[in-house]
């Protein structure tokens, strides 16, 4: 096996893009983490639940497209319930709301580097479905930090309510994803 020698290890967020962009930079190429992301198709999510599980499991890697039909809009309706779901709601909340959002399996850290990648493409393309996408991703990171900021307290204080108003929370982040989705699919009609 060959070794890749004298190396920059700059760190990054998430390790994917930091593995590709020590590489690339070894190369001579050296690209933002958001532009690794971005052009790696990396935004993404899932909701994984499954019998064998002691509980379910956010994240994941999927089409870009299907992400809010699908894994958003399932977790909005099933978040409710979690509390119920989970042997030890003191420990699964906080973490499935650690992971969502420090670490890089769909939720706010995803979404701050796919805005950030959408506002490095708008300065080098200048069209509105970009802008449009970008405000959207950045309304999206926001609410993506309230909705684990929600399950983090409800596993805390065992208050139901907190997972009701997350569950909220993703439906409006399935409007939000849907729409930025759509904006940024006109872009190939664009070109």
Same mark, same amino acid.
């Given at each position: ?94 973490? #499935? @709301?650690?992971?969502?959002?420090? $670490?890089? +399996? !769909?939720? =706010? ?8 990648? *959408? ?28 909705? #684990? @900021?929600?399950?983090?307290?409800? $596993?805390? +204080? !065992?208050? =139901? ?8 929370? *993703? ?21």
């Amino acid at each position: 096996m060959a070794m890749v020698k004298d190396i920059d290890p700059r760190g990054m967020q998430h390790c994917e893009t930091t593995a590709l962009g020590v590489l690339l930079r070894h190369e001579g190429l050296d690209l933002s983490e958001p532009m690794l992301f971005g052009l790696g198709s990396g935004l993404s999510f899932i909701y994984w639940d499954s019998k064998g599980m002691g509980f379910p499991f956010l994240g994941g890697r999927v089409k870009p497209f299907e992400l809010a039909r699908n894994g958003i809009e399932k977790t909005a309706e099933q978040v409710p319930k979690w509390l119920q779901r989970s042997d030890n709601p003191q420990e699964d909340l906080p973490r #499935a @709301a650690v992971l969502m959002e420090k $670490g890089g +399996t !769909g939720g =706010a850290l995803f979404r701050n580097l796919y805005r950030d990648f *959408l506002a490095e493409c708008a300065q080098l393309i200048d069209s509105a479905h970009l802008r449009t996408g970008h405000s959207l991703y950045a309304e999206a990171a926001t609410l993506w930090t309230q909705a #684990a @900021a929600l399950m983090t307290t409800a $596993g805390e +204080t !065992g208050d =139901a309510e907190n997972l009701v108003q997350a569950g909220s929370v *993703l439906v409006e982040l399935t409007r939000i994803e849907r729409d930025a989705m759509r904006a940024l699919s006109m872009l190939q009609h664009c070109s």
